[in-house]
């Protein structure tokens, strides 16, 4: 059974930065994807970035462009996204998922860690 657990986010004001990581256990990952999505109040979830686990660069949704990273380490079994020049749109509650690379739904996820933004 894949786990992810989620750690960090927090509180920032506009324009600093926040990260937070998502370790993963249960498998060996490298025929996955991972992914981060987010949930703000009163809308549907989704999508932030993503990667192949085993490989290749990650992929970002417009709105974080240029402004999200995000980075795995493989030893640790761990994912980071790095958010700067936060926004208060970026508020929500940021997810961590995963599938297999054969599947299109993300159909592991983790408990989710809240990140606030404040203008």
């Known amino acids: 059974q894949v786990q992810l657990v989620e750690s960090g986010g927090g509180s920032a004001q506009a324009g600093g930065s926040l990260s937070v990581s998502c370790a993963a256990s249960?498998?060996?990952?490298?025929?996955?994807?991972v992914g981060w999505f987010r949930q703000a109040p009163g809308k549907e979830r989704e999508f932030v970035a993503g990667?192949?686990?085993?490989?290749?660069?990650?992929y970002y949704a417009d709105a974080v462009k240029g402004r999200f990273t995000l980075s795995r380490d493989n030893a640790k079994n761990t994912v980071y996204l790095q958010m700067n020049s936060l926004k208060p749109e970026d508020t929500a509650v940021y997810y961590c998922?995963?599938?297999?690379?054969?599947?299109?739904?993300?159909?592991?996820w983790g408990q989710g860690t809240q990140v606030t933004v404040s203008s």
């Open positions: 990667i192949r686990w085993s490989g290749g660069s990650p």
């Open positions: 249960g498998r060996t990952f490298s025929s996955y994807y």
């Open positions: 998922a995963a599938r297999l690379s054969s599947v299109l739904v993300y159909n592991y």
